[in-house]
């Protein structure tokens, strides 16, 4: 007679397996509140105890960590060898094992959860069953997941038997749920004990979605999720309308949380291929979409935008006369949601908890053959300010060379941002050469560059960005100092009347 071991901390579905397995004639072996539900519903089970000899004990931390037990999930059916030694032993194999762990995801997620608490949920006998099954998959059919119980059902039910082809992938889920629960568990002790940068780091990710391609359409893509803390992240967004995203909506989208999470203030930040175009911030979400959109009318075509605040009426109708793939906010009126549904394939994600922001989390990037791992960029200023020119920046430019800051320190390498009245004018970013990229800026502010100020998220090697940016009718600029020509730049930006701030701290963002 064929055996089947259940233990189970989700019983979701478990009882009508067991049911169907019990028709075609298997044995059910079963422990603890398993076996106690099982038992309720009418179907017979054998008790752990009863094939180990043993009783449960030590508040069921041992039940299923015996010979008798592992040596029935373990040994080869086709070795004559393992055969005659478990008839010696008296050990019957086990062909089916049904198992998932104590919630620790769950546990550790909880609010004011004590370690004990969390400790308590550290499986050890389940993770040691599922893995000796899974090794043993050519003759053990193991299942961790109950929405394979019906493809496990049918394929008993027409075949006799679980394909190798099934088994396998059976398999392969089970080490994916194990190692995916000691990376949990590791990550915590690593927290727990302050170990940031560990000898060995395992990262593990559930599944959010699929996505409709990744950076382009020949490629696949899905999106994970980090599984701890991810509030006020891309993860926790609901999506209220429009097409699947796509790998490049979410990266655009990260894009412009990254720059919004700087301001407490009402702000719209528009993002286009990674990069802000265009940011601002006003008394309202209106007022700050205004600016935000002015600042570059031809980039925020077809971009990304995200808000701080309460989508409303007249800023959905401003949002609705251009085209914009996707817009994440923390809330929309009524009205609004009505007048941007009206357009079917824009995105519309709502993220409640848009300006949390957790700087705990890695920041990382894939290389070949490997991974850079480090913490992420935070705060904004970390020396004190230091005035280097004659001319000291009025409070208003003062205002605006703040804001610049903030914008430039989430644009990319090397980066210049134009700012003026709480809005970008220009944005210069990801070029080669830092005078490029403000080259790059005041093409695109214009005449508005003019009562402007400057950030840059590096030192100036050179005088020349000074020169560029009196010519523009910049008045100040903010940056981080440190080259070995500094005083080359201080000198041209007296000769100018230009104010000139380091701070000390570069930002750098490639």
């Not at 979701?12 to 067991?18: K, S």
């Not at 298997?26 to 509140?33: C, D, F, H, L, R």
Request: with cysteine.
């Amino acid at each position: 007679m064929k055996r089947a071991l259940i233990s189970v901390y989700d019983k979701t579905g478990i009882v009508e397996f067991a049911k169907e397995l019990v028709k075609m004639g298997w044995e059910i072996v079963s422990t603890g509140g398993t076996a106690k539900k099982l038992e309720e519903e009418g179907i017979e089970v054998i008790d752990i105890s009863s094939i180990t000899n043993f009783p449960e004990c030590f508040d069921g931390r041992v039940k299923t960590l015996h010979p008798r037990i592992h040596g029935g999930l373990l040994a080869l059916r086709d070795n004559e060898i393992h055969i005659k030694t478990m008839e010696e032993l008296s050990i019957k194999p086990i062909d089916i094992v049904v198992n998932n762990l104590y919630p620790f995801k769950q546990t550790v997620l909880k609010e004011d959860v004590s370690h004990e608490e969390i400790i308590e949920n550290i499986d050890i006998g389940g993770p040691s069953m599922l893995r000796a099954s899974a090794k043993n998959y050519r003759f053990v059919t193991v299942v961790v997941d109950p929405r394979d119980y019906d493809r496990v059902i049918d394929q008993l039910k027409n075949n006799g038997q679980v394909s190798d082809e099934t088994k396998e992938y059976l398999a392969a889920k089970v080490f994916q749920h194990t190692s995916s629960y000691d990376a949990l568990i590791s990550d915590y002790f690593n927290k727990k004990a302050g170990i940031r940068f560990p000898d060995t780091i395992t990262l593990t990710y559930e599944k959010k979605q699929d996505l409709r391609y990744g950076e382009n359409p020949h490629q696949n893509a899905g999106f994970y999720t980090e599984i701890l803390e991810t509030k006020g992240t891309l993860t926790e967004a609901i999506q209220l309308h429009g097409k699947e995203l796509s790998y490049n909506n979410i990266g655009d989208g990260n894009g412009a949380l990254e720059v919004l999470k700087e301001f407490s203030n009402p702000t719209v930040v528009a993002v286009k291929h990674g990069n802000p175009c265009g940011v601002g911030s006003g008394e309202n979400i209106e007022e700050a979409f205004v600016k935000a959109y002015e600042a570059d009318k031809q980039s925020i075509f077809g971009g990304i935008i995200a808000a701080n605040m309460e989508i409303d009426e007249n800023t959905a109708r401003m949002i609705n006369d251009i085209f914009i793939e996707l817009v994440i906010a923390p809330s929309y009126s009524e009205r609004a949601l009505e007048i941007l549904k009206s357009k079917k394939n824009i995105r519309l994600l709502m993220l409640p908890n848009i300006l949390k922001n957790d700087y705990s989390s890695y920041d990382m990037k894939k290389v070949l053959g490997g991974m850079l791992v480090q913490d992420r960029n935070q705060g904004l200023l970390y020396e004190k300010l230091e005035v280097v020119t004659q001319r000291e920046p009025s409070e208003k430019e003062l205002e605006d060379l703040m804001f610049a800051w903030k914008v430039v320190k989430d644009t990319k390498s090397n980066g210049i941002v134009l700012a003026k009245n709480g809005g970008t004018v220009g944005i210069g970013p990801g070029q080669v050469s830092r005078i490029w990229a403000l080259e790059n800026a005041v093409k695109q502010g214009g005449d508005n560059t003019i009562g402007s100020v400057m950030a840059s998220d590096a030192f100036f090697p050179f005088s020349d960005c000074v020169e560029v940016a009196a010519k523009a009718g910049i008045t100040a600029i903010i940056q981080p100092g440190g080259s070995i020509k500094d005083e080359e730049s201080i000198n041209a930006a007296n000769k100018h009347g230009i104010a000139m701030i380091f701070t000390g701290t570069r930002h750098f963002k490639h």
